[in-house]
């Protein structure tokens, strides 16, 4: 049994209720990734590279010496920033001040991954590596297809795993050599998205599907509960959370391994539109689209991370729960439990000492355990197995 354990803190939240997605002012543009260093943000678009140092309030173009504007994907290693272009790969090394061309001239570069000085490069005509930040690359494609694009990459340990359009899933165990097809598990794998939390590793294809592997790709077990049948563009894994971002569908959440998503889209617009990248820093979480620019979040109305203390003085358990959850606080309290969409499910008093509460007709996925005390309050997620 997993007990859950939080500290009453006063905390500020927008109201979940009327929590949504907000426009920033990068908009009317297609977005394609973000990845954030510090307080810096940057978003590579069809249009160049753009900078916010305020959390998305504003945005500046930081594209002096980028000769080619539709930036596919950024990578941040310490002061180095490479951009993925549609003709090759640029580097930054003062926050966009000026690029410079790092080769592969005529590869539409659609994924970089970087292990200490080794850098991977997935492109349309295969796949390379760099060990001196991209001044030279070496070609490394034995045992791959010569016919397909390689779109995604992600590093685990010693193993780099590479996703494909239509031809697979691929491993390699030493530095790219050579690789071998895993595919045991997967269906038709076409997919853009990967990404590793410890010894999981998910893979985002077409159709809605997420798969999981927890040994090193030997295996892998379809995870998509929830989702809608739509391509899976980024998957993106902040502590216990797993986000997906989907073609024309939004953004869902999975906080149980991929066993339950749930959808997260009040306040994003009801037309068409591509949700193309996901990144979180300490505040908020950012979302790239196509036509309609960055949007972001608090995640405080996602739900509050949970804190670990012996001396807290309320514990949840268990977390996931199927049939009950147990609540122990040391004072009388209000308990509020939301859906993600805000919606309140149960509101009642419970009183001090042990509270037992009935989620058994909840339907499966991540529902908001809110506590209320005099003027403090106590915010956890709970997972409905």
Known sequence: MKKLLFFFALICLTSIANAQWQQ????????????????????????????????????????????NLNVHG??????????????????????GGNWSAKGLTGN??????????????????????????????????????????????????????????????????????????????LTNYSGYALAVSGSNIFAGATGGAVYLSSNNGQLWTMVNAGLPSSIINVLTISGSNIYAGTESYGIYLSSDNGGNWTAVNSGFPTSYTNYTTIAINGSYIFVGTWSSGVWRRPLSELGIDQVNS??????????????????????????????????TIIKQQISQGKTDIDINEFAKGVYILRLSSNDKTAVTRIVKE
């Open 24 to 67: 920033t002012t990068l908009n009317n543009t297609d977005v394609n990734c973000i990845a954030i260093s510090g307080n810096k943000i940057f978003a590579g678009t069809t249009s160049g590279v753009f900078l916010s140092s305020n959390n998305g309030i504003s945005w500046v173009p930081v594209n002096t010496g980028l000769t």
């Open 310 to 343: 012996a001396e807290s003085n309320v514990a949840v358990y268990p977390n996931p729960a199927k049939n009950n959850i147990t609540i122990e606080s040391l004072q009388k309290s209000t308990l509020e439990i939301l859906n993600i969409q805000g919606q």
């Open 108 to 185: 539409h570069v659609l994924s970089l991954a970087i292990d200490g000085n080794n850098i991977f490069a997935a492109t349309d005509l295969g796949v390379y590596l760099s060990t001196n930040i991209g001044n030279n690359w070496t070609s490394l494609n034995n045992g791959l297809p010569t016919n397909t694009a390689f779109t995604a990459l992600a590093i685990n340990n010693n193993n780099i795993f590479l996703g494909t359009i239509d031809y697979g899933m691929f491993l390699s165990s030493n530095n790219g050599s050579n690789w071998v097809a895993i595919d045991s598990g």
């Open 74 to 95: 950024i990578v941040i290693n310490g002061n180095d920033i490479f951009a993925e272009t549609m003709n090759g790969v640029f580097l930054s090394s003062n926050n």
